[in-house]
């Protein structure tokens, strides 16, 4: 993969053979006369920054010393592993030269979407030839010891990585995993009506399902309200050791498949510089006169067809201007070149002798004066406001916190708990819409074409679905200027969402709990810019990424098992606990309550599990304020003869909508029918309070922890997921040993919720045999309530297999709260 | 999204409003005279088919009783929950329909593939027109008790998925989560020359980033060896409640997008059934005869050009055929005929009329004779040879176990442990080369662009990677018939893999770790097929999907954050025991034994982890192959005073080359510093061994677990991945409390590898402080080399920073075998 960057590159090495046959160094360039529309000095200039920062990038890879060759290079000057790839740098620079030409001659606001994978030598050269690291870094200032910093920092210990990174001036997309770029560019064009983003796709990344399917993110972007995206298709032709299938289908059909995904793309192929440069400069004059075309018909004469975007299609040498033989074998050009060509210039003195005439070929004399500052025909080249430090690539320098409605007033009524039902996310969706209308700038909410589904539909009332093309005669509630973005595809919805974050606004993705899976990989990856960029003094916080996951895996029993996942809470909890927050609200007010905070908070990822099915309210928005806020509760109203500085017989524990209704029912049950046993209720919200302090911000204390879960009286834990997480999570506490998780294991079938419940044994049945079996001493006290559990497990799952439905006494059970005040 | 479908169908509900207004009953359509190659009697017989399945889907979704109307429609005759998709199924249908003609008129060896989602009915009711039940299923026979469990059966507690499912005679893809169908749909043509699939691919699915890329697997498939593939994009224009992208951008430009994909497409457009039918037929037979001269060219002239595939647009109405209107919405050709067109039937009345009025309007009978038996029109369609019995679908019946070499005479020799190095993926190279060659039809490597990365290119030796694009001039390796798979899409890897593997072939998975990830829900999918598919009795047992992930946590240090993700274990371990299988071999020996393992075993995920740089040779070929048939062992000669009968103060375990290669660079400091101490060392290859043997077919039991690591002593447990993994697979083994695991938490930066496994406490130097702070007693004797150690560790430290690499001393560290004897 091109993100692959072998230790000692040796992939590199496996790729030039043998080390038999010759090697041959670059020749400098004529900067020869090709017609076009740069004038002779405007060639001169772009080209100058182009040699400027391939020799930046060249000795990032290579030199921790001797950053200007004033001395011969010597073995000790290099470093002893060379990472980085080379291959996609020449482009990268190209297309960052020819952008800061557009910027400064039309005054853009402009980022730069790195696509390649370790490319990163290209964007942290131009980076420093405009100065940004002197702001940022002050230890890497624009001189000779600023450059050997950012040498020796590259891919070295403690430095920085080889692909765009948090460390990386001007660059909001990580490089790691490939796939994200164009979603990333969208994400931060739209509601940035003046914004152009300049995004590379390398044409190994165009092979990626998620890179595929985010073409069409153009169907989502509006030329009045939103900026522009030039996605620039860097065809260099080949993978680690691979051509591209982009190089190898013909060129007309790489433009149809281009114009088919909507864009009008133009060409700038070559290999000699100078018509290559008047290629470029002529496509991005054309691209953005054709922008700023479609953006002023839009914007004044209120145009609303999607009009059909320029792109760039950047033919080009892979490893453009490295060493076109080495060891006999071709490099440029070619997969050789895509790490590192020479590698073993460390060892072997003819390769260090053709990559000192690498270095000085071109001719780094011109290009820095005696301090190795930049000279000033490329200083000069550094735009007012430089892509490296826009702020919208350090997205938390512009966030505006949004402006909230109060939940309270959303809250739903409870006088008596579980008396009441209503729909969790149909709730929210009302506050939510209210969010939306109050935040007509900053706020998106994104879903797999599930927003109704979710209940989320009230969001329709005070804003449209995002819609660019054509609309049908029964099409409803499409908008150009919609607020909720609607596409099938979960990784478009996470990227989309990740770039509008990533550029300082706020957002929610709702999506199917067993689905979300689908984006782990970017999940993984955002969770990491997140934890990285926190150490990296410059970066501000950004807003969190807030998933609603719904139609969960308890409600997915007539969709069947392949429906049913909650294992995307495991994944979560992998990441730094700094970053992630897990929330099981266990009703309508909780959701409100959590959710409220989740908007309101920066640099989390915040993942909600929520039904959308009609549940028992539990909670009075007072109540549920106060539950949220502790995040773990007693549920005092539900316990039974648990005084204040007792233990109970045993605690009744849950997490997530469905196993709180059960817990409540078998608390019922036992309250009924063993009204001496002492039992506590303890409701889990936020999951991460289950993990020692030491371990995560939100972990209670060890003291905290069995002041809750007692010392040592069995705990039957009904989860909403798989239950080996709460072991995960708890065994280190006190009483591990007696806790016992019911949750969900792989047996799905197609069946009713309950039914699905008691396949899994979480059922109120189960739960209090599970009661009967560990308290000790309550067997044969028990003898006869348990096989009425039996049985009543019996009679339930044979209703449901007759009638296609639950049992009316389980289904319409509510909560006896007239009970309590005589217990 | 597509695959949603709501309790009692209530978005359905939400989506045809409150109820009031009319609701209006399909009119009966005549069959007009149109134009076309089917003759009358070919057109009425297509057309009495599709009315069949349509009548058969329609009382899938709605009717427990009362299948051919004998009666009047009673409320009780319909379901309480009407589940499953409307929308899709007359699309579905039509192409089976017709695909069956041209099956019988040109004798194909077929298969279906329907990617849109819940469309379950439609492949149901053909299969049962086409007898298959009778055969798979004897208590659902064709007549009409069979069309009443089979109506019955549909989305009921105990019964079969709405979608298309391992239930599904004929099926070798799952419905559920969407994206997969086009690969599935390629994966089987591989290596099946006489196949041609004929694959439905949703326009809503079609949005999703898998699809999308996965329109260029036609770049893999060559049409001398490998069978064809009929992409059918069913452009019904919705999703649950939004149009869909292609239906909204213009016709030209879906037809540029799908050309440029490589394919040339044929558009089936309309409304109206006659013309439809002929033009579909018109469609199918263009398509057929251009496969057949492509694969006449290549197999006759020896052609290799890329051919472009033909394909079709089938642009018809969704839930074509339904009722107009209901309650006063537009229903038939919109969003609304989505899901249940009538979502009320069993309680509204004039729901119900309409419900049974739609019934009647397919005229049943016409379809059905008195027993309930389609007619001889309908049966004397039915193939000699129909999709929905073909064994390709049903892969197990057609595996062939591969043919392999002795892995014994790839394995490296060993005299002592430790004194070697080898890249056990390079080994491994040498023995799936060997694989390959003896395979020629049945075998396939699949990477994204990682194969030489990974150290497997002595397969290349063998076979080229196949390519049927354009070659370019410094193009290595590339083969119209290669048997590797490269291309930068884990999706695409993944699917095509899957799509192979469930008609009966066999293959390797090979990637980074990190980026498996990428295809996390893919594999949840499948594992859920595998086990769902081993409770259906008429399928049988398909190769396991084997992963070979290199390139792994704790070789990423270079490479940083991005790449250091070893979590893919815990989402395989949160499947079915009965299907996942984890294994870390430790060195090349034992790598070549697990690899051989799992390419004999059928129906399992086979995730093995493994190194690719340099690492020691513990074990010699005998060594490996009994440490691996027991998946967990003492390893003796690295024990220190273990004395048989006796218990040690101390276990080191292990899984994982760098966690083994630690933990005994641990044991030989131990050995030399605390002579006095006992030390056991164990490792652990099959990490299913370390869970309860009721949890897992290779858990161990709790004695046999006692007795290798101790009832009460301390172990240190170096780990592979994430540390809490261990402790959720043991947490229930007797001593618990006394295992300290030491993994990979997220850390991550630019560094070396010895720094890496530092900054994660996992190093020598921290396992023998680990050591000593848990054996009791030791703390104060051992002061002295404790102090070594944090001294040891902060030179180490210090040297990366200075130098770029690790310490010669660590780097370069042997296990001290010649000490052994001496012990």
Same mark, same amino acid.
């Given at each position: ?656 909508? &469905? @196993?709180? +209704?059960?817990?409540? /029912? %078998? ?9 001496? #046993? =002492?039992? !506590? ?93 560990? &308290? @000790?001493? +309550?067997?044969?006290? /028990? %003898? ?9 497990? #019996? =009679?339930? !799952? ?26």
């Amino acid at each position: 993969m091109t993100r692959t960057s072998d230790i000692e590159g040796d992939t590199a090495a496996d790729n030039v053979g043998d080390g038999d046959g010759e090697t041959i160094a670059p020749t400098p360039y004529v900067l020869t006369d090709a017609p076009g529309p740069l004038s002779r000095d405007e060639l001169v200039a772009v080209d100058t920054w182009w040699r400027a920062s391939n020799y930046l990038a060249v000795g990032q890879i290579y030199l921790m010393r001797n950053p200007l060759l004033r001395e011969p290079l010597r073995p000790d000057d290099i470093k002893p592993r060379l990472l980085g790839h080379f291959g996609t740098v020449p482009g990268l620079n190209l297309v960052w030269a020819h952008a800061n030409r557009v910027i400064r001659q039309r005054g853009l606001n402009a980022v730069y979407v790195a696509g390649p994978g370790h490319g990163g030598p290209g964007p942290n050269a131009c980076a420093w030839l405009e100065d940004a690291y002197t702001l940022l870094t002050p230890d890497i200032p624009r001189d000779i010891d600023g450059m050997g910093r950012l040498f020796h920092q590259f891919s070295f210990p403690g430095g920085v990585p080889s692909h765009c990174a948090p460390e990386t001036p001007g660059s909001f997309h990580e490089g790691g995993e490939l796939g994200y770029s164009l979603l990333h560019a969208f994400g931060a064009a739209l509601d940035n009506p003046d914004l152009t983003v300049f995004c590379v796709i390398g044409d190994g990344e165009a092979e990626t399902g998620p890179l595929a399917g985010s073409w069409h993110a153009n169907k989502f972007l509006n030329a009045g309200r939103d900026g522009a995206v030039i996605p620039i298709l860097a065809l260099n032709e080949y993978k680690i050791a691979n051509p591209t299938i982009f190089a190898r289908i013909p060129e007309a059909e790489l433009v149809e498949l281009l114009r088919g995904y909507g864009y009008d793309p133009l060409i700038v192929s070559g290999d000699d510089p100078a018509p290559v440069h008047q290629a470029m400069a002529t496509a991005m004059d054309t691209c953005l006169d054709r922008i700023a075309e479609f953006q002023r018909a839009a914007r004044e004469d209120g145009d609303t067809a999607r009009p059909r975007w320029p792109m760039i299609i950047m033919h080009t040498p892979k490893g453009w201007t490295c060493p076109p033989v080495v060891d006999g074998e071709r490099v440029e050009g070619t997969f050789r070149a895509h790490q590192v060509p020479l590698p073993t210039a460390r060892t072997n003195p003819r390769h260090r002798e053709v990559l000192e005439q690498w270095l000085r070929s071109y001719r780094p004399e011109e290009l820095f004066d005696e301090h190795g500052t930049p000279v000033a025909l490329i200083r000069d080249q550094v735009p007012e406001h430089p892509m490296s430090l826009n702020p919208v690539a350090n997205g938390g320098l512009l966030v505006r916190d949004l402006d909230l409605p109060d939940w309270r007033d959303y809250g739903v009524p409870v006088d008596q708990p579980g008396t009441g039902q209503h729909e969790a996310t149909r709730v929210l969706g009302g506050w939510l819409r209210d969010v939306t209308a109050r935040n007509p700038h900053n706020f998106l909410t994104l879903a797999p074409d599930e927003l109704a589904s979710n209940r989320l539909q009230d969001i329709l009332e005070v804003t449209g679905r995002n819609w660019q093309g054509e609309v049908g005669p029964w099409d409803v509630a499409l908008s150009p200027t919609g607020r909720a973005v609607e596409v099938l595809s979960e990784h478009m919805c996470q990227g989309l969402l990740e770039g509008y974050l990533l550029t300082g606004r706020h957002g929610v993705f709702t999506c199917y709990e067993a689905f979300i899976h689908i984006v782990d990989a970017m999940f993984n990856q955002h969770a990491k810019w997140l934890d990285a960029s926190a150490q990296v003094s410059w970066r501000r916080k950004i807003p969190s990424l807030n998933y609603l996951l719904t139609s969960h895996v308890w409600r997915q029993d007539h969709n069947g098992f392949t429906h049913q996942d909650p294992g995307f809470l495991d994944v979560v909890v992998n990441k730094s606990p700094e970053i992630v927050r897990v929330y099981l609200p266990p009703d309508a007010n909780t959701l409100l309550s959590i959710y409220d905070h989740c908007l309101r908070s920066l640099h989390y990822a915040n993942v909600v599990v929520a039904g959308k099915q009609p549940g028992p309210d539990w909670l009075s928005v007072q109540e549920a304020a106060l539950h949220c806020a502790k995040g773990v509760g007693i549920w005092s109203w539900a316990c039974h003869n648990d005084e204040p500085g007792t233990t109970p017989d045993v605690v009744l524990a849950c997490a997530g909508d &469905v @196993p709180t +209704l059960e817990t409540l /029912a %078998a608390t019922a049950i036992l309250r009924d029918r063993l009204p001496d #046993l =002492r039992v !506590r209720v303890i409701n889990v919200v936020d999951l991460m309070r289950l993990l020692p302090a030491e371990e995560h911000p939100h972990g209670l204390s060890d003291p905290e922890f069995d002041s809750l879960f007692t010392r040592d009286r069995p705990v039957i834990f009904a989860f909403h997921g798989y239950p080996w997480l709460v072991h995960r999570l708890t065994y280190r506490r006190t009483n591990h040993a007696e806790l016992h998780v019911r949750g969900y294991k792989e047996k799905g079938t197609t069946t009713t919720p309950f039914d699905m419940v008691m396949l899994n044994d979480l059922d109120r049945f189960h739960l209090v045999m599970d009661v009967i079996d560990r &308290v @000790p001493g +309550l067997g044969e006290r /028990a %003898a006869g309530l348990r096989q009425d559990m039996v049985e009543a497990r #019996l =009679r339930a !799952r044979a209703w449901t297999r007759e009638h296609g439905a639950d049992m009316p006494v389980v289904a319409d059970w509510v909560w006896p709260s007239a009970a309590i005040p005589g217990d």
